[in-house]
C-alpha cells in the first residue's frame, strides 16, 4: 500500500537536541515488521530521557503508538487495514523507523497487538511501555502469579508500590488487585488516594509526611504482615529525599528492590519494558556502553500480564485520564519535553498524528 510523501516526526539529533524534523524519509519494515500509519502516539519520560540520559541518538523520538497496518509479511496475524498498538525496540544506534512520534513507523510483529472495541485507540498508545515495566517487576522481579491464574495466591508479605500515581504505578496496583496480591500499600499525594483505593490499593499514605516509615510500620504491625517483602519506587528520583531512598528506609532490609531507573544502591533491581532484545545504553559516568541481556522467557510472561490489561480494559484495568495532543509538531515536542522534566501533572498524553 503506497503512502504519501510527508512524514513529520520529532528529533534528538547529533547533539541530543530535541527538533521538529519534517520531510523524514519514509520508513522502510524489514522481515516480520510491520509497516504503521500513525494515529496516536503515547508520550512517555523515556523518549526524552533516553537521549539525555542513556545516549539513544540521534533518533526519531518515541515508544509507544496505535495507528493502522499498511504492510504485513506473508505469513502473519496483522493485515493492512488493522488497528494496533504496540511498542518499538530501544537502544543505541536505534533505527530511525523504530521512533514512534512520526507519522510512519515500523513496528516487530511481536510487539504488536490487535486493538479491541473495548479499548479507546488513544489509551491504547499509551499502554505497552508503563504495563510491560510493571508487569516486569510484579511478574518477573517479584515473581508474583499473573492475573486471573489458577494458583494465584496472596503475597504472604505486604507489597509496597511508591509514587502509585505515576503512569507506571498505576498498572502495577491494578496488576497486584488482579493477581490477587494483599496487602498492596502505595504512597502518592493526598488527592489521589481515593482513585488508588478504587483501583485496588489497601491503604495510602503521603509520601511527603515526615513520618511516613513509621505509618507504614504500624499499619504492617497492626496487619500482623511481618514485614514489607516487596517494594516498588515507580518514580525514579535520586538522592537524599529521592523516592529510592525513602522508600528503601520504609522496608525491611531483606525486601525486594525494584526502581524504575538505575540506582546507585545494589540493592535495587532495575524492570525493563523490552526484555525480548539486548539493549545497549551508554549510562552517565559509566567507561563504556552496557548491555542488557535480552530475557526471553521474562518478555512472554510480562506479554501475557499487559494482554489480560488489554482484554479487560474499562473493566479490570483502565488509565484515569488520557490527554490528546494535536496540532503543530512544535506544540507537540514542548508538551513532550514538559513530560520528561517532570512539569506536566498526572495522567498520560497521546499526541494526535499527522503532526503538522
Not at 504519501?4 to 547533539?15: K, S
Not at 502518592?188 to 489497601?202: M, V, Y
Request: a negative charge; aromatic letters at 8%.
Amino acid at each position: 500500500m503506497s503512502q504519501p510523501n510527508t512524514n513529520t516526526g520529532l528529533y534528538a539529533d547529533e547533539q541530543a537536541i530535541f527538533r521538529v524534523r519534517r520531510g523524514l524519509a519514509s520508513p522502510v519494515p524489514g522481515d516480520g515488521e510491520l509497516l504503521i500509519e500513525t494515529q496516536f502516539s503515547g508520550a512517555n519520560p523515556a523518549d526524552v530521557k533516553h537521549a539525555t540520559l542513556l545516549g539513544i541518538y540521534p533518533a526519531v523520538l518515541g515508544y509507544d503508538f496505535c495507528g493502522k497496518v499498511l504492510q504485513a509479511p506473508p505469513q502473519s496475524s496483522f493485515r493492512p487495514g488493522d488497528t494496533v498498538a504496540g511498542y518499538t525496540p530501544t537502544g543505541l544506534n536505534r533505527p530511525a523507523r523504530y521512533g514512534t512520534h512520526q507519522r510512519y513507523l515500523v513496528c516487530p510483529e511481536e510487539m504488536a497487538f490487535h486493538v479491541p472495541a473495548n479499548l479507546p485507540p488513544h489509551h491504547a498508545a499509551c499502554l505497552s511501555v508503563v504495563a510491560m515495566t510493571a508487569a516486569d517487576t510484579l511478574y518477573n522481579l517479584f515473581r508474583f502469579p499473573l492475573p486471573d491464574t489458577e494458583t494465584t495466591e496472596k503475597a504472604g508479605r505486604p507489597v509496597l508500590i511508591w509514587g502509585a500515581s505515576s503512569s507506571v504505578g498505576l498498572c502495577a496496583v491494578q496488576l497486584a488487585r488482579a493477581s490477587g496480591i494483599y496487602p498492596i500499600f502505595v504512597t502518592a499525594s493526598p488527592s489521589r488516594h481515593s482513585l488508588l483505593l478504587e483501583l485496588g490499593a489497601t491503604k495510602c499514605f503521603d509520601y511527603r509526611s515526615p513520618d511516613v516509615a513509621s505509618q507504614l510500620q504500624s499499619a504492617v504491625e497492626e496487619g500482623q504482615w511481618g514485614s514489607i517483602g516487596y517494594a516498588f519506587d515507580t518514580v525514579g528520583s535520586y538522592g537524599e529525599t529521592g523516592s529510592a531512598k525513602l522508600m528503601a528506609g520504609c522496608v525491611s532490609d531483606d525486601a525486594s528492590l525494584v526502581s524504575v531507573v538505575i540506582q546507585h544502591d545494589p540493592r535495587f533491581k532495575m524492570p525493563f519494558a523490552t526484555p525480548n532484545r539486548d539493549v545497549t545504553i551508554r549510562v552517565h559516568g559509566a567507561p563504556q556502553p552496557i548491555t542488557i541481556p535480552a530475557r526471553p522467557s521474562d518478555y512472554v510472561r510480562a506479554w501475557q500480564a499487559l494482554q489480560w490489561a488489554v482484554a479487560n480494559y474499562g473493566a479490570g484495568f483502565k488509565f484515569p485520564c488520557v490527554d490528546v495532543v494535536s496540532g503543530t509538531a512544535e506544540t507537540a515536542l514542548e508538551e513532550l519535553q514538559a513530560i520528561g522534566d517532570g512539569r506536566r501533572g498526572f495522567g498520560k498524553m497521546a499526541i494526535e498524528h499527522p503532526l503538522l
